[in-house]
């Protein structure tokens, strides 16, 4: 976080323990009038408080690793082979409400972290880490040296997700939308996982197919 | 359906039950060369057999009514307030792929299913219908006394969607993102249900959260 900026005229608890919050860490607070404050948000809605946060800087597949064990059940989410920023950004934000430590993405052959995914994230892009990696596979081998279990999202897996185990530390793998999962990211798969697919239209959205086998996980955990 | 396209060369037993069941139907096939079949596809991929289809015209709330009984378990998704033609074309492919009856959605206030929201909804447009109705609180009414009970998505519901029973005929309400159910809406909910929101962005996409509920109700039929 970089700076508060406070909307004068709120002189409640909340407004002053707040301000007392980032000034003891050592950040700037901005008393601003209500017209100006709502000319540095646009159109979005507040409620006198802003803060002004610095974008999160990408995370090394080093920093995945160390985070890994400082984490009592760690649930990463990776996109094998999505190319749209929409869906990146969507899946990030989904990333976000269900506490996913961090979004692995291969560094070719997908969407990168632009202003297009920055927008569909509403924000996760300041919250979730993104780790862009230059070989999935190695990365996905990595993860499980380090505890975790590896489950793929699959049309045709035999399993429903609610009868693979998401209760432990665990990867979650989503594929491009209509091809799925690469074969040597489907070979690193300890499980394959189905989701609802009785509809006449190819596949879900990867966004959606990954909020679906995220709260599976949560609910698993009893964490919704 | 208008017709089927069947591509020249195709003469197995699959592509001639096809042409039967056309024929039968009294549609028109035609057989055209690979080319040409691709040319009406843009890069969509298909296997040699395309059928055009009509616009699925929007059903009445008579329509939406008189189905109800043709239905086991009937599961209808309801949107209060959604504003954005790209989440109301996402919600729809996502109801398709579970298998929801149909989709209800307020007159005013709401997205029109124009060309944003069928590209966006993957071909569901010309699947699963959409009931425009002029006042939702009385149509969730009308459902009620049909037999449906009526559940709603809330952030701060007591109960999670899985402690919430969804096996029986259901309608899923979802509200504008950020705004949540309109107060009227809320108070024609049997249920409220809560989905997860651990993050620090505000809420879930709605087709997200949409996915969530629908992937529970799905998981409690175990009918995924």
Redesign the interface.
Known sequence: MLRVYLQQGRADARAAQIEQLAKSAGKPVERIDAARLQARLGSA?HQGVVAEVAPLPPWHEDELLEAIPTHECPLVLALDGVQDPHNLG?CL???????VLALVVPRDRAAPLNATARKS????A???PVVTVTNLARTLGLLKEAGLWIVGADAEAPQ???EVDLNGPRVLVLGAE?RGLRALTRRHCDWLA????????????V??????L???A??QRR??
């Open positions: 809605v969507a934000r989904t990333a976000d409400a269900c506490g994230a509403s924000g996760a300041e919250t979730t429903t997700a609610a209509g189905r989701l609802p697919s009785r509809g006449a239209v190819e596949s879900l959205n966004s959606v197919a990954a909020g679906m995220l709260y599976e949560l609910r964490a919704t």
